[in-house]
């Protein structure tokens, strides 16, 4: 998924009076709007931002997270970077391109990818979150039952009982799974 970052932001009500304040806020913030919705869908995704009027900048391309991002080079439109990589990728590649320029997305459907829209992306990020919360309650059950073996089965033969006070005390370790991830942590460091 290729995203056009500024026609996104000037699209998206939030992002678009963010921007007004503070556009790098934007940028980061619909960054990692992304990076989460990458998380779930395990595609490879590109942001893309125009840097063309920047005065002998050389471009960039970037890892964010688990997303990459670019920043054009000078005398290069995010549009006209989009449409490279479209037509070097889509042959071999199912490629989704987010945008609500017209125009850009005749030309990359002309090339072989599929469009969305901002208001289709919008509501393809408010779906998944909607995903993530049903799923959310299985997999912290999941990781519960995983915590609770791993206690019982390494805990009493690795730690002290002084060291096991001294993880209730800290709150990390409640009625047997309470705060699992802080208590498997610790689990990690000790055994390393």
Sequence with gaps: ????????????????ELAK????????????????????????LILVFDAYKVEG???EIMKYHNIHVVYTREA?????????????????????????????????????????SAAGLKEEIESVIEQMKDDYPKQEELIRIT????????LPKR???SDLVLIRKSGLYK????GCFNTTSLMLIYLY
């Design 175 to 178: 009625n047997g799974i309470t």
């Design 21 to 44: 304040i503070d556009l790098a806020a934007a940028r980061g913030k619909l960054a990692d709007i992304l990076c989460n919705y990458q998380g779930y869908k395990q595609c490879e």
């Design 57 to 59: 900048n050389p471009g």
């Design 147 to 154: 915590c609770l073996i791993i206690l019982k089965r390494i």
């Design 76 to 116: 290069e439109t995010a549009d006209h970077y989009i449409e490279k990589t479209v037509r070097r990728i889509a042959k071999e590649h199912d490629v989704i391109v987010a945008t609500s320029d017209a125009l850009e997305q005749v030309i990359i459907m002309g090339q072989g990818a599929h469009r969305m």
């Design 1 to 16: 998924m290729l995203v056009d970052g500024y026609n996104i932001i000037f699209a998206w009500d939030s992002l678009k």
């Design 159 to 161: 730690w002290s009982e």
